[in-house]
């Protein structure tokens, strides 16, 4: 009788378990639905192959597992750590936990930084007990997150998807991100001088030893994976030497990997080239492409956030300078555009999960705000 109860018990465990996963990944959720909506529509055939970015998954997978390989050893957080001990002033400690994010988003993408330098924003605000800040760093750690990664390659992962797509030249992608990149800096310094007070800091916390050799190894496996997103190495060398050393060295790290990211792009790439392959959609986004490859990218991300924004659109334009300038400031506005901006939105919910009212209405009106003067800035400056 026992046993009957427990074999019944199992598959309801099974089943709560995949639904708390697919509950944990909205985007890749939504993504497994329109791949498989539009599967109904375009039949699974030889075509399918060629849908998939291979060199795109691949930096991505390579770039995130020695990423996640660092941040075991605790590195980017030692990082911050000592740069934010420099500051004793509150608007000074606030605008360095922002460049952080800013400067880390440019280095281990969007998300991850966020999921690095999120609790140090929390652990000193909370220390100093100045969390009455909380909700504004976290909007800015949010926005430097975003607009931060939009000047490298790797920065954001619809920068890598649409850098090798289009196979962008290097100085031409950087020359591209870079006026909103410069404007974005402005924007959040200035935000941050007006709405932090320059009050005294004191807080206290625990240094942290970085282990020398594992630390010297990760180092090289993250300039290896730069090199593959630089086209400076085959990728597929990256696919054999990276999983392999951290198989040996650190296999936390391969297991901690966003997989559910990686599927999100396997998903989205289906459905991009199903929707490509439907003769009434691609008529419908050429035509509005051609009239504003900017502004409809920029409207998609608030609708179905930037990295199938950037997957989709790219089916119907050549124009990957506008294309590129727009899913990357799309990432700023709704809570949606941006995978990163749900990240930060559940860190904070959950040390102030009665404050979510507040907290949306604040990045609101800090994300559109930025959206509009981007948006706008890049009209001026040719976009269209």
Known sequence: MTGNVIFAHKPHHFFTTVLEFFHRNVVMTVALIAALLTSIIVPPDAEYLGYFDLKTLTCLFCVLAVVCALKNIRFFYTLAQKIVQCFKNLRLCVLALVYITFIGSMIIANDMALLTFLPLGYFVLSTAKQTKYMAFTFIMQNIAANLGGMLTPFGNPQNLYLYSKFEIPTPEFMGIMLPPFLLAIALITLCCLIFVRPEPLTFNDTPVRLPAGKTALYLALFVLAIAIVFRGIPYVLGLIVIPAVLFFVDRDALRKVDYPLLLTFVFF???????????????????????????FSVISCQFISNVPSA??????????????????????????????????????????????????????????????????????????
């Open 311 to 384: 997957i989709l659109l790219s089916q119907f334009t050549e124009n990957y300078r506008d294309l590129l300038i727009g899913v990357n400031i799309g990432g700023a506005g709704t809570l949606i555009a941006s995978l990163a901006s749900l990240i930060t939105f559940r860190e904070y919910t959950t040390h102030n999960p009665h404050k979510v009212g507040s907290y949306i209405k604040s990045f609101s009106l800090f994300n559109f705000g930025f959206l509009f003067i981007l948006t706008a800035a890049a009209m001026l400056m040719g976009a269209r």
């Open 269 to 295: 790439f289906i459905f991009a080239g199903n929707m490509a392959r439907i003769e009434l959609v691609r008529n419908a986004f050429s035509v509005l492409m051609e009239k504003s490859t900017l502004l």
